[in-house]
């Protein structure tokens, strides 16, 4: 099972953002970071904006930022958006499965539950739990000695 490029493009964009919550972001800040074609990206901005998951503010000094708190999108979610099918093998798609030992294979049980099982793990992660935990305060605040409680 590989990711398409636009489901990895959405992922990074929005952890992107996520990292830069204290200011607007721009499609060529997202695509100078990553080596991203800023053509390719502006659709995946357009398509997180669609879905709700990003904003968008026009003007001279305009950008993107997240749409949602990073804890309210939730990755299996994003996942199933963007990705155009999960037919990991020919027998998935009815349409143009012309493998000779569908009828009576039974892989095609034991990949749909390992994709099943896949998609579970992601409905369990939100954007916030792929995130890195903020720094530690380097200057902990310090009780004195002898204070009342």
């Not at 039974?106 to 992660?125: E, P, W």
């Amino acid at each position: 099972m590989r990711l398409t490029s636009f489901t990895d493009y959405s992922l990074r964009t929005l952890l992107f953002l996520s990292a830069h919550r204290d200011r607007l972001v721009t499609i060529q800040d997202i695509a100078d970071t990553h080596a991203i074609s800023k053509n390719h990206l502006m659709k995946v901005v357009y398509q997180l904006g669609l879905s709700g998951l990003i904003e968008t503010v026009r003007g001279r000094n305009g950008g993107l930022r997240l749409a949602k708190d990073p804890c309210d999108i939730n990755i299996g979610t994003l996942v199933r958006h963007t990705e155009s099918d999960f037919f990991i093998a020919e027998c998935f798609d009815s349409a143009n499965d012309h493998c000779a030992i569908t009828p009576n294979c039974l892989l095609k049980h034991t990949l749909n539950d390992a994709m099943q099982a896949f998609l579970a793990v992601l409905d369990r992660q939100t954007l916030q739990d792929l995130l890195p935990p903020p720094p530690r305060d380097s200057h902990p605040v310090k009780l004195r000695r002898g204070a009342a409680t």
